[in-house]
């Protein structure tokens, strides 16, 4: 799998073909498992992960891009799918579990992905479920990874916060202690004894150096 900053040699020579079989596939990464869909018939191996074809039933909204640091979202709409699915919407936790949108060339319009380079990663935000004759329709809203940019972390520089991150990281143990603690820096004038009696920081430094 590649991404648009890095194209890998699959994608570079099926880009050298007369004619171009694109397809999106949606990584959707729920708590229990995974759900893998693409916009083709039939099923779809990506990267050893079995994608359920959705056809035209797999909608995704379209996909801004800008110079400025800053949060796109987007949409992905499935109509009409199976009860495994509608299970997924309906009873896992998705909020701020991550989607993955990719692009991906088929093999010579075979069910065989030739690379696919990732589109879009983001948290999904909420979920709509509106039932229909021909099946449940699903809308996911996401957000853009850069939308944590916008977030406060809610760490601090505590031992608490770093086990809470790394467990049995004793790094900031002593953060508290240091608060009151009163450390002099550059003080001169303290004597060094030696043969010769009392000297000086700065002489001593100046004998160093000109040895």
Known sequence: MATRQGLDSSII?????????????????FDTDDIYIWSGKDDLVIDGNTYTGAGSLLSISEINESSELKSNGLSVSISGMDKTVLGFALTEN????FITIFLGYL???ANESAGTLTLFKGRMTNLIINDAPTGS???????????DLSRPANLRYTKESQNFLHQGDTGFNRVSSLQDKEIVWGKTGVGHFGGGGIQRDDEVYKNERDR
């Open 13 to 29: 020579n099926r880009l050298g073909a007369d004619t171009q079989d694109i397809f999106f596939a949606v990584k959707a990464e």
């Open 94 to 97: 998705y909020q701020n579990r």
């Open 107 to 109: 093999m010579g319009g």
């Open 137 to 147: 329709n699903i809308t996911i809203n996401a957000e853009n990874r850069l939308v």
